[in-house]
């Protein structure tokens, strides 16, 4: 089949396109018209193993929007012609896919009678193409980068949405984009920038450095009755001009209608409150006090603890910032602390006077270990024995007696608490590899005595939730801040013990843990903090802000005491996130339960689109989804768009990002999810 063969077609293939963009016609040449096609909403994927089109599938599967993959390796792929992209259900013509993403524009991959086919199905049914990496060349609607543009490395450039970019996909984006330069000795993104031909709309461009002249990265190339979108600079899921563009790539490529829906998640749990932490010891390079630091119980070293100047900075911290902190509270801790001092605490007098400040989470009476009775005649400890050889556990009343304790003090002290939520101290009672490998068996019933619904666990050992009886995780992003620093060149020297070889003075973990790697050489303890750590751990929380990634992060309280290190990490990662992001794309804050929902909302899903249980399309300008009973939907679509009920039409979901979006499901007495499109 030849390409010409498809040019007498375009005349209808345009027709058709305004009716899918416009939403009707006029009603006698409606009438004479076939039926307009369905487009049911999923994302064809044609994948070459590499690491641009990896990264947007890592979009479209964090998103929620369902893709189907075809991988041009695997010699048992189907063949893509006009009946897999294609067919017709109900005598209505089915586009399969509303947008595919390629390669590049024309993959070895693919035969020539396969790319006909594509090439066919896209003018014929007006679906978006994204080229994910292709170089700067007329066949993409660019001239050649040595002709007036630019090529090469492109680590630490500045470029910008042009105002078509601002206007369009890319309207929740605000400042420049920086191209991430993580370290100065590594080649991390290829680019190349061409100016714009006939048909170009460049949506991201860079200076040319030729006195004035920009050339685009980024933009759609109208042609042949299709559009693509053109991406000539190399990048990966992780780094963060990808993230920032992320979000317009896939409402290009949906036309902004698609399942799914993404915002910019960050909420920062800050463990121990009211209770003091340990110190670490810069000579032993150890924790006194904890199992595996010999030479004492630390009674001589003088724990951290929040002063009330450090609470009166905290609730003024946030005021500036917009930002609200999540309290996870040892209150049985603060009242030892009391008791030992005279019987007043001017720290919990101060919390409590700001109590509405905050949102606050249980976190267990006196933080005690929830799983097996520890042994701690060895280092690491292990799980202590009975004479029979069984695992020493916990019991399920001391467990409850610690939450409920805990919380009973939280009401009696006017704090607003949710009784379904719950941090214990060090994740306890959930498995801890490799000493405990399974949960206490007596913590499910435990929860269930309290009404716990919510149970934290940490992100780095189980980022995926699961059920502990009948309440579920909440996986924990940790910060490096550590929990027993209250200086910088106390977290300095021990970012320095952790991630510097032995060699270089450090463990030498960082030499033996494959997810690990060593520091060139050691910080200067002085400046490592603000100069290395800093920058270090804003870029990674930004990056699981940026993803889409609702799961929280944790500190502690001593991070707020003495030289206060979380704060310079939060500006940061606050002001770099307020320097991108447009005001219509704020940073959601959520709480623990609520980010327990979402990530729930998400498995079931998640699943439902596995099981082939999810049916949505697209016919003009009314949108179907259909999901099994009890699982809502993802959805985002344009603003303007209503949501039918039975009964007349609401407006559809909440704005975000120049959309609106919302899980959503049928009301009562629907069958299915249907949305009404605005028409212009």
Not at 492 to 517: F, H, M, Q
Not at 668 to 676: C, K, V, Y
Request: hydrophobic residues 35%.
């Amino acid at each position: 089949m030849h390409v010409h063969a498809f040019r007498a077609g375009r005349t209808a293939a345009a027709l058709l396109a305004a009716v899918l963009l416009t939403g009707a016609l006029p009603a006698a040449r409606a009438a004479a018209a076939e039926p307009a096609p369905r487009i049911d909403l999923t994302v064809l994927v044609v994948d070459d193993g590499g690491g641009a089109v990896e990264a947007l599938t890592s979009e479209l599967k964090g998103s929620g929007t369902p893709y189907r993959a075809v991988r041009l390796g695997d010699p048992g792929r189907p063949v893509i012609d006009a009946a897999f992209l294609a067919d017709t259900v109900d005598g209505r013509p089915r586009a399969k896919y509303q947008g595919v993403v390629l390669p590049d524009e024309a993959p070895q991959g693919l035969s020539a009678a396969e790319r006909a086919a594509l090439t066919a199905y896209e003018r014929t049914y007006a679906i978006p193409q994204v080229d994910a990496y292709t170089w700067a060349h007329p066949g993409v609607g660019l001239e050649y980068a040595g002709d007036g543009g630019r090529s090469g490395v492109f680590d630490g450039v500045e470029t910008a949405l042009t105002a078509a970019g601002k206007a369009g996909p890319f309207r929740y984006l605000d400042g420049p984009v920086v191209f991430e330069n993580n370290d100065p000795d590594v080649s991390e993104s290829y680019g190349y920038a061409g100016r714009p031909r006939a048909g170009y709309t460049s949506y991201l461009d860079v200076a040319t450095g030729d006195g004035g002249g920009r050339a685009s990265l980024l933009g759609e190339y109208a042609h042949d009755g299709r559009r693509e979108l053109v991406v000539t600079f190399a990048y990966n899921r992780h780094q963060r001009q990808f993230r920032a563009l992320a979000r317009g790539i896939v409402e290009w490529l949906t036309q902004g209608v698609h399942l799914g829906q993404s915002r910019n998640y960050l909420s920062v749990h800050v463990d121990d409150v009211f209770a003091p932490d340990a110190r670490w010891d810069t000579v032993r390079n150890c924790t006194p006090g904890g199992v595996d630091c010999a030479g004492g119980d630390g009674e001589g070293t003088p724990p951290i603890r929040m002063t009330s100047a450090d609470a009166q900075y905290a609730a003024q911290w946030q005021r500036a910032s917009g930002f609200t902190l999540d309290m996870v509270y040892n209150a049985g801790s603060g009242e030892e602390w009391k008791a030992e001092h005279g019987g007043t605490d001017p720290l919990t007098t101060q919390l409590l006077a700001d109590r509405a400040r905050y949102r606050w989470v249980n976190h267990t009476y006196t933080h005690p270990f929830l799983g097996c009775v520890q042994d701690t005649s060895t280092v690491p400890w292990r799980c202590a024995k009975d004479a029979y050889g069984n695992t020493r556990w916990m019991s399920r009343a001391e467990i409850a007696a610690q939450i409920r304790d805990n919380h009973t003090w939280a009401v009696n002290k006017g704090l607003a608490v949710d009784r379904t939520e719950l941090v214990t101290g060090e994740h306890s009672g959930l498995k801890t590899l490799p000493q405990q490998p399974a949960d206490n068996p007596n913590l499910p019933g435990a929860l269930s005595d309290t009404g716990v619904r919510w149970i934290a666990s940490d992100n780095s050992r189980e980022p995926r939730q699961r059920a502990v009886g009948a309440a579920k995780t909440v996986p924990r992003h940790p910060m490096n801040v550590y929990y027993n620093v209250g200086t910088a060149e106390e977290m300095t020297d021990e970012y320095n013990w952790i991630y510097t070889s032995k060699e270089d003075g450090g463990s030498g973990v960082c030499e033996t843990n494959p997810a690990s790697s060593c520091l060139d050489e050691p910080l200067d303890v002085r400046t490592g903090y603000a100069g290395h750590i800093v920058p270090q751990e804003a870029r990674i929380a930004l990056s699981h802000v940026m993803a889409n990634d609702p799961r929280p992060h944790y500190v502690h309280q001593s991070n707020l005491a003495e030289e206060r290190l979380l704060y310079p990490v939060l500006d940061k990662v606050l002001a770099d996130h307020r320097a991108l992001f447009a005001e219509s794309t704020p940073l959601v804050n959520p709480r623990h339960r609520d980010i327990g929902t979402e990530l729930a909302r998400r498995a079931a899903w998640e699943q439902a689109l596995a099981d082939g249980k999810v049916t949505a399309y697209r016919i003009g300008t009314t949108v179907t989804v259909k999901a099994p009973a009890g699982v809502t939907a993802p959805v985002t679509a344009p603003e303007g768009t209503r949501k039918q009920q039975l009964l007349g039409s609401t407006a559809f979901g909440t704005p975000y990002a120049g959309a609106r979006s919302a899980w959503t499901a049928p009301d009562t007495f629907q069958t299915a999810i249907t949305l009404t499109l605005p028409t212009a």
